[in-house]
């Protein structure tokens, strides 16, 4: 039987990955208040955080091999699932400065740190090199090194690719509807957060335990991005119907002019005047006006309409995986526990 990971287990790791980071840095003799502000930016940036992704390596490990994870097994396991962390702490430092937001995780944004300010750019650079530095330590000699290493450069790439679609789609302070589009929200679902968050574990943990075949990883990708994109759906439905104490943060898509689900939907089916409530409305940040586009969505029913493409979409999921070829070492129970922490979640 596989054993799930837990976020206590998961942590003990990650010690031994800063004193291998830090022992890399000091090989070049820096300054004590350089490899100080490294090791600070290391666990503010990486740590406190739910590690969902990074946790996923060695819970998808443990289910392909069916069994636990030897000590070995999950170290090497939870060492890339640190490393998607470390991608995670990359792209949220950067998009944080980007966006100009104020909190993370409760916690004022790294950049907003005293002291910190736009050194946090560079900061956000060296926590990506962190994932090479470890690659190269622990996985030099694994017969698909390279594969890893083209894996992260290339999930990087898409992320970027659809962080640049959603920043050039919806500007914070140029509300424009005309370039929201279903397809450009697909887009940037799928490269933005699909990829990094769902795909990426469960790839790397096939290639750890070298069965990332051709017909595995196209399987895989089949089936873990429209996961991805219900997740993000479901993620938007939440920031505006879920409840604050539930979802841990108070929802701000309609103030962010975020190219939401929401909004996508409403756009197909408003008439021109409830068009206009929403030209009006949108995008601005003054409760009133958020108040009428919520108003506006509930007009339109659309909680109604998210719970009707909420069955279509986990339906078309589990029939995706109940089609799964298990005879190269795939094994169904990696997508149906990822879709068990997703289903009718509240938060």
Request: hydrophobic residues 40%.
């Given at each position: ?30 300054p ?12 503010v ?8 992704r ?7 490990a ?28 990359f ?14 995780r ?6 907003r ?7 946090a750019?560079n ?69 933005k ?29 089949d ?27 108070i ?22 005047e ?24 509930d ?42 922490k ?6």
């Open positions: 039987m596989a054993k799930q990971t837990n976020l206590k287990e998961f942590e003990a790791v990650f010690p031994k990955l800063e004193k291998v980071l830090l022992e890399h840095a000091e090989q070049y003799k820096l004590k208040q350089v490899v100080d502000w490294y090791k600070k930016s290391l666990e940036n990486t740590l406190g955080g739910k590690c969902n990074g946790m996923s390596v060695p819970d998808s443990s289910l392909l091999l069916g069994r636990p994870l030897t000590e070995d097994e999950y170290f090497r396991a939870a060492t890339l699932g640190w490393m998607t962390e470390l991608l995670q702490a792209f949220l430092v950067s998009d944080d400065i980007m966006d100009g937001s104020i909190t993370r409760g916690k004022p944004c790294w950049y740190h005293e002291g910190v300010g736009m050194i750019i900061d956000a650079f060296m926590l990506e090199s962190a994932i090479y530095t470890l690659l190269k330590k622990f996985f030099r000699s694994h017969p698909r090194y390279v594969d890893l290493l083209e894996l992260f450069h290339e999930v990087t790439f898409q992320t970027e690719i659809g962080q640049l679609c959603d920043l050039l789609t919806a500007p914070e302070d140029v509300v424009n509807l005309d370039n929201f589009s279903m397809e450009k929200y697909r887009f940037i679902v799928i490269y957060t699909a990829y990094y968050s769902f795909y990426l574990p469960v790839a790397l943990a096939l290639y750890l335990l070298d069965i990332a075949t051709p017909g595995n990883l196209k399987q895989a990708e089936i873990l991005i429209p996961l991805g994109e219900y997740f993000q759906v479901q993620d938007d439905y939440l920031d505006n119907f879920g409840l604050p104490e539930h979802i841990g943060k929802g701000t898509d309609i103030q962010d002019n975020k190219c939401s689900w929401l909004v996508n939907q409403a756009l197909a089916i408003v008439t021109p409830q068009r206009r409530v929403l030209e009006e409305n949108y995008g601005r940040k003054d409760k009133t006006k958020e108040a009428a586009v919520k108003k506006l969505y007009e339109l029913k659309l909680e109604q309409r998210y719970k009707e493409y909420e069955e279509k979409a986990v339906g078309d999921i589990r029939g995706l995986i109940d089609k799964i070829d298990e005879s190269q070492g795939l094994r169904k129970g990696v997508f149906e526990a990822f879709l068990a997703i289903y009718k979640r509240s938060k």
